[in-house]
C-alpha cells in the first residue's frame, strides 16, 4: 500500500479487458471522495466512486478476474466488501475488518479476487465505520458465459435497480449517535438508484423501454435497516434468478426485497406507450416510506398515473412469498461443488449451530449479540492473527456455544466472537428472532440452502418442515419477528468468513460473528497464500511471514 502521487489522484475510471492464456481479467482504478448528492431532494454530503453515487457498476462474466485498485481520498480508513462474491480459497480480498486492514486515508490498496463458478446479481458496499449510509455502493453483474445456456430468450436490454431507506443525517453523525449508546430510530426517506422522485436536479426517467421488448431487471436492496416492496406500475414481473441462483420462473405483482437482497426480473413493454412509475416503499414500518421513479416507453404519450399500486400488508404475505421461491433444478448455471449439490437434502448434518440475536445495554450503551456475545474488531483482523499464529494475542474461539442458554440474551459479552467450523462438513444453522423486529443475514464465502422460515421457536421436530429437494441457493436469508429460520451448507471453502446482519446499525453494534474454516493440509489446492500487497496492521506488523502453502 503506497502514498498517492499528484498524478493518482487525477485518475479516473479505467477498465479493460485482457486475454490471457487463463480466464480474462477486468481491471478497474477506483477514487474515493466526498461530493454532493440528492437522494432525498435535497443537497448532502455523500461518498462517491470516480464522481458516481450510486458507484459504478461491474459488468463481468463467470471466472473473470476482477482487478480493482481503490484509492482512499476520504479523511479515515475505508473497505470495501463484495457482498455474495464467493472469494474460493481467497478470504483476504472479502474486504471486511475480519480478514483486511482498513485503506488508511491518503493511501490505495488493490483488490484481486476472481468470480469462481458464479452467476447472479450481486453488490458491493463499504464494511468500515457507517460510511454504506454515505454512499459508496453499487452493483456488481456476473454474466454466463456464452456456452452456458440461460433459461430465458435474451433480453432487450439488462437494468440495475438499487433501492434503499436513507437518513437525512450524515454517514459521522449517525456513527456518532450509536456510539452515544443511541438507536438510528427510523429513516428520513427511500430512494432508487440515489434519487427518490423528489425534487432536487431534474428527476429524468429511470429507464426507456421499446414496445413489446422484454427487459432484465437487478433489483437490490442497499440500504441500511428497512425492509422494501418493489413493484412496476401495470407490469407483473418475472422472477428469473436470486442471488447466484436461477428459479422457478412465476409471476409477481410485486416483490418484498429485504436488506441486502437481490432479485432479477424480467418484465415486458406490452402495455399502452407511456410513462409508468415504479415504486420503492418500506415494509413492516408504522409510517410508509416511498419512492419513486419514472419508466418510460419510447414515444410516450402520456404521463403516469398518479394512483400508485399498493403495497402488501403484513408480514405473513412476505412469508408465503418466500415460500413460493423455487431453485429452477432444469438450468444451466455455474455450480462449485458439493456445495451446488442438486441432492443436499440426502447429506448427513454433522453439527447444528443455533444462533439467537437479541438486543440489550452494556454500561448504559446499546448493543447487539449473537448467543450473548456482542463482537468486536480488534485492531488486528482476525484472518491476520490466525495466519500468523498470534490468534492468542488477538482473540479466543468458540466463545459461544452452538446451543444458547435462555440467560444468553441477559448476560451480554463485548469480544470477538470467532466459530471454529471442520472443513468440508455439512453444517445446519438455525437463525432464530425472539426480537419483534424483522432481521436480516448474510453470509460471506458460500451459498446456503434456505430449507425454511416459520414462526416461533425451532426445535429438531421442525425438520420435517424443510424444502429438502428445491430450496434456493442463496448467501441472505430475511427471519421474521418471533420466528426462525434453518440455512444448510457444506463448508468447503478455507477462510475466515463473516456471517452479518445486513442492517448497518446491527452489524456496527456488534450482531456479526466469524467462521474459521481451516483446511488441516495448509495447501494451495485449499487456500491460497496471503497476497504480496496484503496491508499488515495490529499484533501482526513486524512478524516473520509463515511458510507459503505449497501443492
Known sequence: ??????????????????????????????????????????????????????????????????????????DEPFLLTWSGIQHRKNSWHDGVLG????????????????????????????????????????????????????????????????????YSKSH?????????????ARP????????????????????????????????????????????????????????GSHTVQDLYESLDVH???????????????????????????KEVLTATRIISYAGSKGKASPELPPAPDGWAWSLNQFRSFRWNLTASAARPNPQGSYHYGQINITRTIKLVNSATKVDGKLRYAINGVSHTNPATPLKLAEYFGASERVFKYNVISDEPKEEAAQLVSLQPNVVNITFRTFVEIILENQEKSIQSWHMDGYSFFAVAIEP????????????LLDAVSRHTIQVFPKSWAAILLTFDNAGMWNLRSEMSERRYLGQELYMS??????????????????????AVVGLPKPDPYTI
Open 1 to 74: 500500500m503506497g502514498k498517492l502521487s499528484l498524478a493518482a489522484l487525477c485518475i479516473l475510471a479505467t477498465a479493460a479487458t485482457v486475454a490471457q492464456a487463463g480466464d480474462p481479467y477486468l481491471f478497474f482504478t477506483w477514487n474515493i471522495t466526498y461530493g454532493i448528492i440528492y437522494p432525498l431532494g435535497v443537497p448532502q454530503q455523500g461518498i462517491l466512486i470516480n464522481g458516481q453515487f450510486p458507484g459504478p457498476s461491474i459488468n463481468s462474466t463467470t471466472n473473470n478476474n476482477i482487478v480493482i485498485n481503490v484509492f482512499n481520498l476520504l
Open 99 to 166: 480478514t483486511n486492514c482498513p485503506i488508511p486515508p491518503r493511501k490505495n490498496y488493490t483488490y484481486h479476487f476472481q468470480v469462481k463458478d458464479q452467476i447472479g446479481s450481486y453488490i458491493y458496499y463499504p464494511t468500515t465505520a457507517l460510511h454504506r449510509a454515505g454512499g459508496g455502493f453499487g452493483c456488481l453483474r456476473v454474466n454466463s458465459r456464452l456456452l452456458i445456456p440461460v433459461p430465458y430468450a435474451d433480453p432487450e436490454d439488462d437494468y440495475t435497480v438499487l433501492i434503499g431507506d436513507w
Open 172 to 184: 459521522a453523525q449517525l456513527k456518532a449517535l450509536l456510539d452515544s449508546g443511541r438507536t438510528l
Open 188 to 243: 428520513n426517506g427511500v430512494h432508487i438508484n440515489g434519487r427518490s422522485g423528489k425534487g432536487g436536479p431534474k428527476d429524468e426517467p429511470l429507464f426507456t423501454m421499446q414496445p413489446g421488448k422484454t427487459y432484465k431487471y437487478r433489483i437490490c436492496n442497499v440500504g441500511l435497516k428497512d425492509s422494501l416492496n418493489f413493484r412496476i406500475q401495470g407490469h407483473p414481473m418475472k422472477l428469473v434468478e436470486m442471488e
Open 259 to 285: 436488506v441486502g437482497q437481490c432479485y432479477s426480473v424480467l418484465v415486458t413493454a406490452d402495455k399502452e406507450p407511456r410513462d409508468y412509475y415504479a415504486v420503492a416503499s418500506t415494509r413492516f414500518t
Open 456 to 467: 416461533g421457536r425451532w426445535t429438531p421436530e421442525k425438520r420435517k418442515n424443510y424444502n
Open 517 to 538: 474454516v481451516l483446511s488441516p493440509k495448509r495447501s494451495l489446492r485449499d487456500e491460497y497464500n496471503i497476497p504480496d500487497n496484503a496491508h499488515l496492521c495490529g
